[in-house]
């Protein structure tokens, strides 16, 4: 038998006690449906999917749910034109935690023509991470009742 032939029969052999022994005979866990660590999308999918809905009425400029991160576009509530806001969600982890979620808001206000940019009060972000972790558990409950 030539050289490369053998040495491909060896590998190939090594590949395959290896796949079965690493198969062993242990029994696999039942999946948990609303398991707080969801993986198929890069991030938690409870705060992703509420974070979308919790900023639905706002323009969006980049939604990457490989990297967890949504930025909306400036939104101007038709009741208060003069001012406009703009969001970004970062989710930071694969678990539905409270500290895996960071909002970042601006806001400006319109000044003799031109948008100059303001303060935002601490709690409009605080009431919007709110929202969206209330939405998320939301979310998980129903798909553990569902």
């Given amino acids: 038998m030539p050289q490369p032939i053998r040495l491909r029969s060896v590998i190939l052999a090594i ?38 809905d919790a900023l639905s009425f706002m323009p969006l400029l980049q939604a990457d749910s490989a990297g967890g991160v949504i930025v909306t576009d400036w939104y101007a509530n038709p009741s208060n034109p003069g001012e406009r806001m703009k969001v970004t969600v970062s989710i930071l982890d694969q678990d539905l935690r409270a500290d895996a979620l960071r909002v970042a808001a601006s806001r400006q206000v319109a000044q003799g023509g031109t948008w100059v940019d303001a303060p935002v009060k601490a709690a409009t972000v605080q009431k919007l991470e709110e929202i969206i972790l209330t939405k998320a558990r939301d979310l998980r409950l129903s798909a553990v009742d569902g």
């Avoid at 590949?15 to 890069?42: H, M, N, Y």
């Fill in 15 to 52: 590949s395959a006690a290896t796949l079965v022994t690493a198969c062993g005979g242990k029994e696999r866990a039942a999946p948990d449906v609303a398991a707080s660590r969801v993986t198929t999308i890069g991030v938690n999918s409870y705060l992703w999917r509420a974070s979308l």
